[in-house]
């Protein structure tokens, strides 16, 4: 009947356009609190985009960011981690690396291939095989210009004419128009929040508990973590005796694999399993890191089987196993300000949550002994006896403490010579897939 075809009809347009016009969040609640529990809710990743987007909340439906959004640093992240499967990107000059290419809207279709997907749809072959005689491709109208005349010269002048050429490329491989060609995202996009509590807390629960899931995995290797100077940053074990039970909801606070398993968290990994293995993994850089490599029984086997038995390295380095660029190990790129200046967020991170510790254990010795004397304290208690007795610093506050004892630490450090940390060797021990 035609008549119920077209009533059918306008129906299906109608929910069509119920859809089209749908608004992102429920009616009738308040846009602030809209925007607190997307902050709250999201990972530290979206920190810009969700203050950026907030505005146009309005018309903005759940659906894919906008190719073109050089001041997300959740869609940055998710290009760079099209950059982390080895068998497609082989690691480039620090000039020419995937961060480069992902500040510049690209990501990593193929084989050392590029792309502006969702964007101008331009490809870059980016090929440092010149003893092929491979050059820079770019496919498209308008590439395919690959130079040759560069062969027989060195391969060193001839790296850096390639990767100078990259370097462009990473722009003009663009196509005119796009606007990826005008701007790319800031130098500090990979900045990573580990300040603010509403951030650190809820995403050091979550990697701390994942990592509780591997405690036998992580119960006997050897670890290399930051040193702790007792100035700014504690021990895991002694930072997880004073932290409220239920930030990490953990009812043994004086568990070892505890222990363990917030120290690994402090450095910014997580645990996950896959395919039966125990891995450690950093959604900041997307190392992934294969525990079964690290353990005493895999390091007698290789020993045994005449493979080197260099014991060193099977430590397990929870700062230099993460990739070059990534914030947790490097300051350059975690391009942290005032007094936290210079430090990665491992760094950063250790000195947060052990202010908050101490904090919290000032806050509960105050309770328990409200007249006790300062002099009464143990051995090992100097630490706090400077610090304020605010019921909750402020953030200037923490800042100058740790002014304080920056400026003691470097008198202290000019007494003693510093031992340097190995070189990195994330490239044997780590697996990537
Ligand atoms: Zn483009
Ligand atoms: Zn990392």
Redesign the pocket.
Known sequence: MPEAIATTKRKFYKALESLNTAPATRPGEPAAKRVRRSISTTSIASRTASTTKAPNAEYVVPRKPPNFSPWSHETFLARLRTFSNVSLWYPKPEAISEVEWAKRGWVCVGVSTVACKGGCEKRVVVSLDYERGSGAEVEGKGGGDADDETEGDSESLLETALVARYQSLIVDGHSATCPWRQAGCKNDIHHLQVVRPSIWQPELKKRYQSLRGLDGAIRDIDMTTLPHESATSLPAEKVLMHLPAELLSENDQTSKDAARALEVALH??RGSHDSGNDLLQ??????RIGLWMYQPGYRQSQARSGESADDDSATLDLLEL??DH????NAETQKASGTLSGLNASQILHRVVSAYAREQRRKSDELQKPARQSGAEGPDEEVDVEAPLSPAPSREEVEKQDKERESKLKRLKSLFSIKRRPAARSTVTAKSD
Do not use: M
């Not at 950093?282 to 190392?287: E, I, K, L, N, S």
């Not at 990534?326 to 190990?329: A, D, T, Y």
């Open positions: 910014g990994w950093c959604d900041a850089c997307f190392q993460h990739r990534c914030p947790w190990r």
